[in-house]
């Protein structure tokens, strides 16, 4: 069996994942057994924790969610009457090729079809949005640690990263459901209204 290679954002995330919890799990024994009780060694553990929380949340809910079927013509993904003025704004055009891709190959469009590439791009969409709670939530630890200047801006900081590809998932899609429409005007066939993918859908994962 043929193993898929890791893209560069995929290994700098496992890979800094390792690092923050080896770090976490020192600062956190030093601090708290009293060993060191140094506020820096504390914030340092506070700061390997949330790069772990965050990447790590995102990894996992990016695992279970893409098992769950997908409609990429269902109401929450279709495309809004404000949203052509937004992109125009925010020059989507200009830059939404440059972003991240934690799976290239499923974006591949000479090895993938449009049904394919359409749910990927709406399972991509979803595991964004729940990024966003997931940000959200780490807001919480504030009653733990205090200091909520700090989770608050990083938790902003990671809801905007999550925001461009959102943003750049709900540009590009209409696109693919265009081209598929035209072809199933051609052959006089329907997409189903409820998408489990086949394996190469069901093995879909991407950014952050």
């Given at each position: 069996?043929?193993?898929t290679k890791?893209?560069?954002?995929?290994?700098?995330?496992?890979?800094?994942?390792?690092?923050?919890?080896?770090?976490?799990?020192?600062?956190?024994?030093?601090?708290?057994?009293?060993?060191?009780?140094?506020?820096?060694?504390?914030w340092v553990g506070i700061t390997s924790f949330m790069i772990l929380y965050h990447f790590g949340l995102?990894?996992?809910?990016?695992?279970?969610?893409?098992?769950?079927?997908?409609?990429?013509?269902?109401?929450?993904?279709?495309?809004r009457i404000f949203e052509d003025r937004l992109y125009k704004f925010l020059m989507v055009r200009k830059w939404k090729d440059k972003v991240?891709?934690?799976?290239p190959a499923s974006y591949d469009f000479k090895s993938r079809t449009p049904r394919q590439l359409a749910v990927t791009?709406?399972?991509?969409?979803?595991?964004?949005?729940?990024?966003?709670?997931?940000?959200?939530?780490?807001?919480?630890f504030i009653l733990l640690w205090g200091c909520w200047p700090a989770f608050v801006i990083t938790?902003?900081?990671?809801?905007?990263?999550d925001g461009q590809f959102i943003v750049v998932q709900r540009y590009n899609r209409p696109i693919i459901m265009r081209l598929i429409e035209?072809?199933?005007?051609k052959d006089g066939t329907k997409m189903p209204s409820e998408i489990s993918g086949d394996k190469n859908e069901r093995n879909d994962k991407t950014v952050v």
């Open positions: 069996m043929k193993r890791l893209s560069g954002p995929a290994l700098f995330m496992y890979g800094t994942m390792i690092v923050t919890a080896l770090t976490t799990a020192v600062c956190f024994f030093l601090y708290y057994s009293k060993a060191a009780g140094n506020d820096v060694i504390l995102r990894i996992l809910f990016g695992e279970i969610a893409k098992r769950i079927p997908i409609d990429p013509n269902g109401g929450f993904y279709r495309k991240l891709t934690f799976d791009m709406a399972k991509s969409e979803r595991d964004h949005w729940i990024n966003e709670i997931i940000s959200i939530a780490s807001l919480a938790a902003a900081l990671a809801m905007l990263f035209r072809i199933q005007k």
